[in-house]
């Protein structure tokens, strides 16, 4: 019996790296194609076409693999997806990839600066950010491009994700690529998918599809700010996942020395 599993997100959280880790295991079926993401399940048509026609269209050339997997990081902000998955596949596996929010959003500022759509400095980006979100125009984009701080408040989107779903996994890429704990954070991976590890997982090769741009440095003030919005989110995230975040001592360091 095959399994369905959703990647979905979160976005500049190295989920790309993670599917390409995926479809080259043999048992794994990932998406084609891969770009643009497919995003079905953000529009009731995928409904009305039905199961069979989203295995022909997104999954025409697997053979006998036993998981087919699709990634599309819009899903994890838009919680209306969650029952469209569940009348199309029912009980899927969901697995969530985050890491780092400031680092995730100085990513996701540069991926939209190097699709001419955001003319303004990182530090402008990020200060504006902290007092509201941007407008956009939704034809442009399925979500906004200028949520640089409020996608990183993972808990608010991924617990309803974990609510709704038997088997759900979060993984951070911090652990992902780091060389002593990527056997088990891979392996963990594939436990959510039902797949034995053959030989000892380890991420294959560095992240993939990161953001151009020149790179530009946050003022100390200012990255105290970002841990001091994050905060509240990550103990959250913290409290839901019953586990430590991996940047936490870098939140930490950015609280004392603003303290200090």
Same mark, same amino acid.
């Given at each position: +019996?095959?399994?369905?599993?959703?990647?979905?997100?979160?976005?500049?959280?190295?989920?790309?790296?993670?599917?390409?880790?995926?479809?080259?295991?043999? =048992?794994?079926? +990932?998406? =084609?194609?891969?770009?643009?993401?497919?995003?079905?399940? *953000?529009?009731?048509?995928?409904?009305?076409?039905?199961?069979?026609?989203?295995?022909?269209?997104?999954?025409?050339?697997?053979?006998?693999?036993?998981?087919?997997?699709?990634? #599309?990081?819009?899903?994890?902000?838009?919680?209306?997806?969650? /029952?469209?998955?569940?009348? *199309?596949?029912?009980?899927?596996?969901?697995?969530?990839?985050?890491?780092?929010?400031?680092?995730?959003?100085? %990513?996701?500022?540069?991926?939209?600066?190097?699709?001419?759509?955001?003319?303004? %400095?990182?530090?402008?980006?990020? #200060?504006?950010?902290?007092?509201?979100?941007?407008?956009?125009?939704?034809?442009?984009?399925?979500?906004?491009?200028? /949520?640089?701080? @409020?996608?990183?408040?993972?808990?608010?989107?991924?617990?309803?994700?974990?609510?709704?779903?038997?088997?759900?996994?979060?993984?951070?890429? @911090?652990? +992902?690529?780091?060389?002593?704990?990527?056997?088990?954070?891979?392996?963990?991976?594939?436990?959510?998918?039902?797949?034995?590890?053959?030989? @000892?997982?380890?991420?294959?090769?560095?992240?993939?599809?990161? %953001?151009?741009?020149?790179?530009?440095?946050?003022?100390?003030?200012?990255?105290?700010?970002?841990?001091?919005?994050?905060?509240?989110?990550?103990?959250?995230?913290?409290?839901? *996942?019953?586990?430590?975040?991996?940047? /936490?001592?870098?939140?930490?360091?950015?609280?004392?020395?603003?303290?200090?």
């Amino acid at each position: +019996m095959r399994t369905h599993a959703l990647l979905i997100g979160a976005q500049r959280c190295g989920t790309t790296f993670l599917a390409d880790l995926l479809d080259a295991d043999e =048992r794994i079926a +990932m998406n =084609r194609p891969t770009r643009p993401e497919p995003k079905v399940f *953000l529009d009731d048509a995928v409904l009305a076409a039905g199961a069979d026609d989203y295995r022909r269209r997104l999954f025409g050339h697997a053979t006998d693999e036993r998981v087919l997997g699709e990634k #599309s990081t819009s899903y994890i902000e838009r919680p209306e997806a969650i /029952a469209r998955v569940r009348a *199309l596949l029912g009980d899927p596996v969901v697995i969530a990839q985050l890491r780092d929010p400031v680092a995730r959003a100085v %990513s996701n500022y540069r991926f939209t600066r190097s699709f001419g759509l955001e003319d303004r %400095s990182l530090v402008q980006a990020l #200060s504006e950010n902290l007092l509201g979100p941007r407008p956009w125009d939704p034809e442009l984009t399925s979500v906004s491009p200028y /949520a640089y701080l @409020e996608r990183g408040r993972y808990v608010e989107h991924l617990a309803p994700w974990l609510a709704a779903f038997t088997t759900s996994h979060v993984c951070f890429l @911090e652990e +992902m690529v780091d060389p002593v704990l990527s056997p088990a954070a891979v392996a963990g991976v594939y436990d959510a998918l039902g797949l034995e590890t053959v030989g @000892e997982p380890r991420a294959p090769r560095p992240p993939v599809n990161a %953001s151009d741009g020149e790179r530009q440095e946050l003022p100390a003030s200012l990255l105290a700010e970002l841990r001091d919005y994050f905060a509240d989110s990550d103990a959250a995230l913290a409290r839901l *996942l019953g586990r430590d975040l991996p940047w /936490a001592d870098a939140a930490a360091d950015a609280t004392t020395t603003r303290e200090s």
